[in-house]
């Protein structure tokens, strides 16, 4: 009998067994496409368009999912060192992002003093901004990402800036998304000190000392994590497995494919998505699926286009446009990845990583906006199904009624992003947080 079982070989469940596997837990992952990775996956494209070389030669690492993690976690640093991994950081150049704005695009402001100079914001606006230290608390948990920015920084405020974030980073419409499920942390700044502004200052300042917030990935791109992480798994995981029954009984868990027992364990770590983990549990707790609906989020488009320097109106400079205060603007986000990963882009190219709702996209949408050619010299495409969870308005509270619900079966553990925590960082403390929590229980 294994210590852990876990369904899913993503980011979570990987990082999950790894952790267990260095307490001393015999562990067994479960994963029922023929590759790791989930989300994260990496297309390395030999001979792409060069711009000193029409005929190609160039090269360029395409992420179909998330381009890093942001360097600020201490779990990724200690997983890449027991890995012997050495990531490397988005370069300085990228650090101005930008949001469209009434066509035009506008720095991001990073600090109060930003805010209050920019062109986002009315002087009306800046006005309601700056008074934010005396907004009103409030003790409602199911406020929305719209609803806590309008108390705290005003209606304009919140109408420019949570449109653009919510929307451009999670496909996420702000007055339906969870303030709690989804910024947890401000809401944790505003119950400790009682405002916003203080910390922003503080961000603003460290990041001003360290040279700014990165982003981090390898050489030969971000699926070199859960492959390395496999690799050091050997024998413990399992592709081309899709388990579609869990049963609990005699004090542990039994997995099952068309019937047939494949694994049993006293613990069990589910880090599928919301639906399939609600299909595997529906004779324990069938309120999973009305939680599976409504966590169910948008497919992610991913399109990264090449284009020659020297046919650009003008130099594209920055990380590029976290996102639009226009709703009905088709496209997402744009990572400008020459300026941030130079050595994942072709030399003399500029590399745009589009992100879309729908998989096709008109180019002409950023033709005008960017000063771009009429058409890209190299293009791939790839869709995520369900590629970001949607949290919306009570996200926190269904999932805490969950789990005090699921408690009554020892040794069950949910560790999916459509449960709690969006990107890599959050996958990876997730997994840490339930091994220590196994841990700590068998103790």
């Known amino acids: 009998m294994k210590d852990l079982l876990i369904i899913g070989a993503g980011a979570c469940g990987l990082s999950s067994a790894h952790f267990a596997k260095k307490a001393g837990l015999d562990v067994a992952v479960f994963e029922s496409s023929d590759r790791v990775g989930g989300k994260i996956q990496t297309s390395s494209i030999e001979n792409c368009f060069d711009g000193n070389n029409p005929n190609g030669g160039g090269q360029l690492i395409a992420e179909h999912g998330p381009l890093g993690w942001l360097d600020h976690e201490p779990l990724l640093q200690e997983l890449c060192r027991d890995l012997g991994l050495t990531p490397i950081e988005s370069q300085a150049a990228d650090e101005h992002r930008y949001i469209l704005h009434n066509q035009r695009l506008v720095p991001l ?20 901004f700056a008074i934010e230290p005396w907004a009103n608390l409030s003790d409602n948990a199911n406020e929305s990402v719209w609803a806590f920015a309008a108390r ?20 996420a419409n702000p007055r339906e998304t969870d303030m709690n499920a989804m910024f947890a942390p401000l809401v944790g700044v ?23 917030t990165a982003i981090c990935t390898f050489q030969d791109g971000l699926e ?24 609990f009984h005699n004090d542990a868990w039994s997995l099952y494919i068309d019937g047939e027992e494949v694994g049993r364990g006293r613990n069990l770590l589910l880090t599928c998505p919301a639906k399939t983990t609600a299909t595997l549990l529906r004779h324990l707790e069938p309120s999973l699926i009305d939680f599976a609906d409504a966590a169910r989020g948008q497919d992610l488009t991913v399109t990264t286009l090449v284009y020659p320097e020297i046919d650009l109106a003008a130099p594209l400079h920055g990380f590029g446009i976290l996102g639009s205060t226009d ?24 590399v745009l990583r589009v992100m879309t709702k729908e998989p096709q996209f008109d ?19 790839h869709t995520t199904p369900m590629g970001v969870p949607h949290y919306r308005v009570g996200h926190a509270q269904r999932f805490e009624k969950l789990e005090d619900r699921l408690a009554a079966w020892r040794g069950l553990h949910l560790g999916g992003d459509s449960f709690s925590g969006i990107g890599i960082n959050a996958a990876v403390r997730r997994g840490a947080k339930i091994i220590t929590k196994i841990l700590s229980a068998d103790s």
């Open 109 to 128: 402001p990073l600090s109060p003093g930003a805010f209050l100079r920019s062109a986002l914001l009315s002087l009306s606006g800046k006005i309601r």
């Open 152 to 171: 705290r920084f005003g209606v304009e405020a919140a109408n420019t800036f949570t449109q653009a974030i919510c929307g451009g980073l999670f496909a």
């Open 190 to 212: 505003e119950h400790r000190d009682g405002q916003i502004t203080r910390s922003m200052r503080g961000f603003a300042r460290r990041a001003a000392q360290s040279g700014g």
């Open 224 to 247: 070199v994590l859960p492959l390395a992480m496999a690799e050091s798994l050997s024998g413990h995981v399992q592709l081309e497995s899709p388990i579609d029954n869990a049963h």
């Open 327 to 350: 709703p009905t603007f088709p496209i997402q986000s744009v990572q400008f990845l020459h300026n941030s990963f130079s050595t994942h882009t072709p030399r003399h190219c500029a």
């Open 363 to 381: 180019t002409r949408e950023l033709q005008a906006l960017l000063g771009l050619p009429a058409k890209p010299k190299f293009a791939v495409t």
